[in-house]
C-alpha cells in the first residue's frame, strides 16, 4: 500500500470515527519532523548557493537571469547553480504548504 493510500485511509478512519490524541499527536509531530528535514535541506542549498555566488560573483538571482537567457555557457558548476535554485524554490514552495493553516 504507498503512502497516499494509507494516509487516505486514515483520512477516512477519522471522517467516519472521528480523531483521537494518539493521531493527532502522531499527525503533529510527522509535520514537524518534515519541516525541520526542509529547514535543514534548504540551509545546505543556500549554503552552496552562497559558495557559487561567491566564487563567480554574482548573485543566484543574476545568474538564474542570464542562464535562462542563454548568456552562460554548459559548466557544470552552472548547470549545478541552477538545479539548486529549482531545489530551493521546490523546498520553499513545500514549506509554505505545511505552514498554510488554511
Known amino acids: 500500500m504507498s503512502t497516499l493510500e494509507r494516509l487516505k485511509r486514515l483520512e477516512g478512519l477519522v471522517q467516519v470515527f472521528g480523531s483521537d490524541r494518539l493521531l493527532d499527536t502522531t499527525i503533529n509531530k510527522l509535520m514537524k519532523t518534515k519541516k525541520q528535514e526542509l529547514v535543514k535541506r534548504l540551509s545546505s542549498i543556500q549554503y ?39 531545489m530551493e524554490q521546490r523546498i520553499r514552495k513545500q514549506m509554505r504548504y505545511l505552514d498554510d493553516d488554511s
Open 48 to 86: 552552496e548557493l552562497k559558495r557559487l555566488e561567491q566564487t563567480y560573483q554574482i548573485n543566484s538571482n543574476e545568474f538564474k537571469d542570464k542562464y535562462h537567457a542563454g548568456l552562460l555557457g554548459d559548466d557544470v558548476d552552472y548547470i549545478k547553480w541552477a538545479s539548486l535554485i529549482d
